[in-house]
């Protein structure tokens, strides 16, 4: 299905060890989830022309980090349900490696599969870390997980077409969230988020926008 979905696993309840980490680290008031936003803005400032990481809003740096770790977490959960499986996504049963450029490595524990995948502890405690720390809109955090959960079901129909339809249904009982945009989107061809994840604003042109974007 492609790198987001690529998990390792580890028994339940076992110590992470470097170079692994424990989720919980983003969400526990450390150095981590600091530490993370202030690389993603070196790297957008690097990206956006060189430009001083001072000039780009933290707000809109914090969106952009919470879509990139919210998409890694989501698409292995949507994957392995779309296979009869489930993820567990409790942050202290995660295992993460803190790498920018591409999919970070991330470790899972298994449950028996149920009816349709769910937020998970891990989505709810790094959002509402974002919300809090960064005083990016919960509409905004939200749209982001709306928009990772349909992108996810879209890698899966292009990786495998036969799945498509059990891959919408497990993106759509995540979209169903009435925290996302009030629970009345659907995944598909045409998904569109009713928020903006702000990306625009690093390059200050509306045009630059994402293929699901309200502003499209």
């Known amino acids: 299905m492609g790198p987001f979905f690529a998990v390792e696993t580890h028994v339940p309840g076992q110590l992470a060890r470097p170079p692994w980490q424990p989720m919980t680290a983003l969400v526990d008031g450390t150095a981590a989830l600091p530490a993370r936003v202030q690389a993603v803005r070196t790297a957008l400032a690097d990206g956006a022309h060189r430009r001083p990481p001072e000039d780009i809003a933290i707000r809109v740096v914090a969106s952009v980090a919470h879509l990139g770790l919210i998409a890694r977490l989501l698409a292995p959960g949507i994957g392995a349900f779309t296979l009869g499986h489930r993820v567990v996504m409790s942050p202290d049963e995660l295992w993460w490696q803190d790498h ?24 709810e405690a790094i959002t509402g870390a974002f919300a809090q720390r960064y005083g990016v809109s919960e509409r905004v955090l939200w749209g982001n997980v709306g928009s990772a959960a349909n992108s996810a079901a879209r890698l899966i129909s292009t990786a495998r077409p036969d799945l498509t339809g059990t891959a919408h249904k497990a993106a759509d009982s995540i979209l169903a969230d009435p925290r996302i945009d009030g629970g009345a989107s659907r995944a598909g061809p045409g998904f569109r988020r009713r928020s903006c994840c702000l990306i625009y604003r690093i390059a200050n042109d509306r045009t630059a926008i994402c293929g699901d974007c309200i502003l499209g």
């Open 100 to 123: 920018l450029g591409g999919p970070y490595p991330l470790s899972v524990t298994a449950e028996p599969a149920i009816d349709a995948p769910v937020p998970g502890g891990a989505v």
